[in-house]
């Protein structure tokens, strides 16, 4: 019973940069009654921490792909430059020290490390056409 109250939504949280959204039932560094938290972004990338104290404030939600309550997804946080709201997603935002968006990174790069900067470089993949356009090949 105690879970059902700690696991009903409190919000949506919404990504400020790729408008995810999904209702969130925490937001804080120590999600109640945890054993694993994951990370969920944009692009269904997924980070499995075992930690039950996380490094920065997250909005996270009861893992709906388990029938374990204890199990956790960070949904994201606040970029620490500009405050936006923003996933965990890496074409949205990056964690060094805290939690920062990628234009906020893009604008201060030169402020972050070297393996941050290459890091970012290899992120600017050209986008992918649909197949249904014209010139594409299926």
């Not at 990174?105 to 900067?117: G, H, L, S, T």
Request: glycine fraction near 6%; include cysteine; charged fraction near 20%.
């Amino acid at each position: 019973m105690a879970c059902e109250a700690e696991c009903r939504p409190l919000g949506v949280f919404e990504c400020q940069l790729c408008a995810l959204t999904a209702p969130y039932s925490y937001v804080g560094q120590q999600p109640p009654s945890t054993q694993s938290v994951v990370g969920l972004g944009h692009s269904a990338h997924w980070h499995h921490f075992l930690s039950c104290s996380l490094l920065e404030e997250s909005y996270v939600m009861r893992d709906p792909f388990t029938p374990n309550k204890d199990r956790f997804l960070i949904l994201g946080s606040r970029c620490g430059l500009c405050g936006r709201l923003v996933c965990v997603g890496p074409e949205c935002s990056l964690f060094y020290s805290k939690r920062f968006c990628l234009p906020c990174v893009r604008e201060n790069i030169d402020a972050f490390p070297q393996e941050i900067q290459q890091d970012l470089e290899k992120r600017k993949v050209p986008s992918k056409r649909p197949a249904s356009q014209p010139g594409s090949r299926t």
